[in-house]
């Protein structure tokens, strides 16, 4: 089992940046495929970014395309996720996941959760 542990929540105003970083500890055989879900109040949760196991791969969601930035320590045991030009609407609590995936990221499914981390994007 993987343990995962984010920081790096707050509050920001649009415009601004945030880095939310995912310590990950446990049990871990292999480098997983490492991915970013948000879920805002009253919304579905979304799957924003994603990360192959040997950083390959990145998968980013068209509504943080550009804005946002998936990537990990040398020694992949920790991720980050720079997010840049904040909108409200990127306010949400965010989770880092570990997981797996087939071929493509539509694929990916979820083995671990972190707790999450909430991120507020004043207007």
């Known amino acids: 089992q993987v343990s995962l542990v984010e920081s790096g929540g707050g509050s920001v105003q649009a415009g601004g940046s945030l880095r939310l970083s995912c310590a990950a500890s446990?049990?871990?055989?292999?480098?997983?495929?490492m991915g970013w879900y948000r879920q805002a109040p009253g919304k579905e949760r979304e799957f924003v970014a994603g990360?192959?196991?040997?950083?390959?791969?990145?998968y980013y969601a068209d509504s943080v395309k550009g804005r946002f930035t998936f990537f990990a320590s040398s020694a992949r045991n920790t991720v980050y996720l720079q997010m840049t030009s904040l909108k409200p609407e990127d306010t949400a609590i965010y989770y880092c996941t570990a997981g797996t995936r087939r071929e493509t990221w539509s694929t990916y499914r979820v083995l671990s959760w972190g707790q999450g981390t909430q991120v507020t994007v004043s207007s």
């Open positions: 446990g049990r871990i055989l292999s480098r997983p495929d």
């Open positions: 990360i192959s196991g040997i950083g390959a791969s990145t």
